[in-house]
């Protein structure tokens, strides 16, 4: 038994114009700095006021969104009493939203304790539409949330399923002017959504699809995107693919490159798709053993020649680390300029870190802790795995 | 064998517990006891409830009770026989049964979904103790 959960996704040029058709009286849109001075906040209050609703804006959503930073909003979420919340940025704010509309529904719950067993009662107050900004996190689809604990140093993964918004929003007029930096970084962590969602222990039916889909057109089209971010169609393309693997990834599970790369990024503070992309080939070698075929599968339909699922594996974490060298991403945590004395420094909370994150326990292959820390030596030396 | 839910089951999980290296490592910083408890149901009269108390990747107690009254556990994990069956014979994630609500927990939450690796060793302890399910 497992469930398979999403909203209605309204995609491609125009799509944006959804939001003038939805009834409601009042909405909080829950953003970033950024996203309010690249006019983005106006695109979407122009929609809103079409459709007769009123809103107010929360523009202080940090990277790696702080549990502070939720309680924050959702105290101004219950100040003005909206019906309609609006998750508008990348994976920080939107899941930022799904925290602060958790809190302001219910204020007896503390946000690191958003769990998918007790149930929550959501949309008594609210319901909540999505709007990436980045094509990477598929947060727009999932109902995960990724918060950080700044005092412990550690990303909390959470969520319920009640978690999942209402409308998603993908609009490639949003990504139109990303950067290429960030158009690599995000959809690095596009294309490990979908190989995990399609290699997790928890992999199923209604995933794999999604993923094998998304992984193709991220391996077409991501260089594309990143060479010339005028290129329209890769844009598009790009934005339905993490979308797309958000979908897989989010009914399926994200797993043990999550895992380290949430730990890299609350420890070295590593934007979040480049800490899972660099890590992921590592974690495919790891789990190649257990998870052949599957690996083979996602080579063969890329469009890579396999002579056996043996060499899935292998074949396809090279494949990642050529595809991350042409858009310039660093392969090993040299690479990324993380010195060798602060690697060692960091080595027993990057290990301890990792080893309490929710998504390791999806990986096909959990390792113990002299493991881990083998595996993250490994990473910062560039070497492939081969234990 | 061992007759699932009895005395004799519950100690056995115990040794198997405490011998298990994996465990020991997964479940290091783990504290916190725990009733498990069989919902009745099928051949299952009357609740069934098992105690253990699991501290520092080792198991310093385990018990079986008449009822819930002998101990006021951090957890209380409730499933009907088939469900556990389920999970110890290793066709259902102890983590996918508690998030499709087939298992029923009660107990500070954020606690377990930090130590889901030990629950999956604790599991692979249950398949290390022969097991004759009631029919």
Sequence with gaps: MWYFNSPLIVFGEEALCELSRIEGKRAFIVTDANIARLGYVEMVGQQLRTAGLE??????????????????????????????????????????????????????????????????????????????????TGA??????????????????????????????????????????????????????????????????????LCLMATKLIFHYLPRAVAD??????REKMH????????????????????????????????????????????????????????????????????????????????????????KQPLSLQEAGIAAQAFEAALPKLVENAESDATLVASARIPDSAELQRLYRYTFAGKPIDF | MYKFGSEEWVKALQEAINASEAYAEAAKTWEGDFYFIVEPGGPIEKEMVMYMDLWHGKCREAAVYEDRAAKTPAFVISAPLSVWRRVIEKNLDPIQGMMTRQMKIQGDMVKIMKAVKAAKELVECTTKVPTEFPE
């Design chain 1, 240 to 327: 339905n693919a993490a979308c797309i693997a958000g979908l897989g990834f989010g009914n399926a599970l994200a797993a043990m490159a999550h895992a380290m790369g949430h730990s890299l990024g609350a420890v070295f503070h590593m934007p979040h798709g480049r800490a899972v992309g660099l890590v992921l080939p590592y974690t495919i070698e790891f789990t190649g053993e257990l998870m052949a075929e599957r690996y083979a599968d996602i080579a063969r339909f890329v469009g890579f020649s396999v002579a056996s699922p043996q060499e899935g594996a292998r074949l396809l974490a090279n494949e990642i680390r050529n595809l991350a060298k042409s858009i």
């Design chain 1, 140 to 209: 727009e689809v999932t109902w995960a949330i990724v918060l950080t604990d700044t005092q412990e140093q550690r990303k909390l993964s959470l969520g319920s399923r009640e978690n999942m918004a209402d409308i998603a929003i993908v609009d490639p007029v949003f990504v139109a002017a990303l950067p290429p930096q960030i158009t690599a970084d995000t959809g690095m962590d596009a294309l490990t959504h979908a190989v995990e969602g399609y290699t997790t222990a928890w992999h199923n039916d209604f995933c794999d699809g």
């Design chain 1, 55 to 136: 809103y107010q804006v929360f523009a202080e959503v940090e990277p790696d969104p702080s549990l502070q930073t939720v309680r924050r909003g959702a105290e101004l979420m219950r100040q003005y009493g909206p019906d309609w919340i609006i998750g508008l940025g990348g994976g920080s704010c939107m899941d930022a939203a799904k925290a602060m509309w958790v809190l302001y529904e219910h204020p007896e719950v503390a946000p690191e304790g958003i769990n998918p067993v007790e149930p929550l009662k959501l949309r008594q107050k609210a319901r909540l539409i999505t709007i990436p900004t980045t094509s990477g």
């Design chain 1, 229 to 234: 971010g005028k290129d329209k169609e890769a």
